[in-house]
């Protein structure tokens, strides 16, 4: 995948963003991945995701830089992780933290745990 992926341009990476955050209901651009975290925030974004059962599909940003300078540019967020629901952006660690914390989460991602 990310020899593909660095033969990509600017143009394709941003439609295959578009394709996943259309494609998923729930989409995390992250740094690593689900299984393997690579930061701190995106290891808390997978813990709540992964605590209150959501279905959810990932990206792993690292493997090209481009991602996420198109995504940033994209979705006007700068940092990573970025969590998109119904192809919106809720946004990043804090926000979904807070989010989940004030259990406003589980109900936009169709969950009742807490």
């Given at each position: 995948m990310s020899s593909e992926l660095l033969t990509m341009t600017?143009?394709?990476i941003l439609d295959q963003i578009k394709n996943e955050v259309d494609g998923n209901r729930v989409f995390l651009y992250m740094?690593?991945?689900?299984e393997a975290?690579?930061?701190?925030?995106?290891?808390?974004?997978?813990?709540i995701l992964n605590h209150i059962g959501a279905e959810y599909g990932a990206r792993d940003i690292l493997p090209d830089p481009r991602i996420?300078?198109?995504?940033?540019?994209?979705?006007?967020?700068?940092?990573?992780?970025?969590l998109f629901v119904d192809g919106k952006l809720v946004g990043g660690c804090d926000i979904v933290t807070e989010m989940f914390?004030?259990?406003?989460?589980?109900?936009?991602?169709?969950?009742?745990?807490?």
């Open positions: 600017e143009e394709e740094k690593g991945t689900p975290p690579m930061c701190g925030f995106s290891n808390q974004v997978v813990q996420r300078q198109v995504l940033s540019s994209w979705s006007d967020w700068p940092t990573i992780p970025q914390q004030a259990e406003e989460l589980q109900p936009l991602l169709g969950s009742e745990a807490s």
